[in-house]
Nanobody, 126 residues
Framework: QEQLVESGGGLVQAGGSLSLSCAVS????????MGWFRRAPGKEREFVAA????????YYRDSVKGRFTISRDNAQSTVSLQMNSLKPEDTAVYYC???????????????????WGQGTQVTVSS
C-alpha cells in the first residue's frame, strides 16, 4: 500500500504564495499518475491539478490556471504544487492522490485515485 505524506500548508495573506509537497513511498513512483484535490468547509472534495506519470500531461481546474503549477520529481518520489496569487477562496484542506497507471493517462476524478494523503490545511486571509 502506497503512503502519501503532504507538507507545506499554512496561513498566508491574499496574493501570497505557498508550495505543497507530497512524498510517496511504496511501488515505483514513476508508475503513478498524481493529483491534488482540495476540500473547503461545507463543500465537496474538488479537483485542483493532476500530472501524468511522465509529467508530459498536466491538467488544472479553471480557477487555478495561471496561478498554480504542479510538478513531479520521479527521482525523489515527490509531487509538488506551487500556489501563487492565492485568494481567500483557495482556503481548503489540500490532498495528494496517487493511482498506478499503465499509460500517460491522467485521472481527474476523486474516485479514479486509490491512494490518498492525510491532507494539509491552506488558509488564505483577506
Amino acid at each position: 500500500q502506497e503512503q502519501l505524506v503532504e507538507s507545506g500548508g499554512g496561513l498566508v495573506q491574499a496574493g501570497g504564495s505557498l508550495s505543497l509537497s507530497c512524498a510517496v513511498s511504496g511501488r515505483t513512483f514513476s508508475s503513478y499518475a498524481m493529483g491534488w484535490f482540495r476540500r473547503a468547509p461545507g463543500k465537496e472534495r474538488e479537483f485542483v491539478a493532476a500530472i501524468s506519470r511522465s509529467g508530459d500531461n498536466i491538467y488544472y481546474r479553471d480557477s487555478v490556471k495561471g496561478r498554480f503549477t504542479i510538478s513531479r520529481d520521479n527521482a525523489q518520489s515527490t509531487v509538488s504544487l506551487q500556489m501563487n496569487s492565492l485568494k481567500p477562496e483557495d482556503t481548503a484542506v489540500y490532498y495528494c492522490a496517487a493511482e498506478p497507471v499503465d499509460s500517460d493517462w491522467v485521472p481527474l476524478l476523486p474516485g479514479d485515485f486509490g491512494s490518498w494523503g492525510q491532507g494539509t490545511q491552506v488558509t488564505v486571509s483577506s
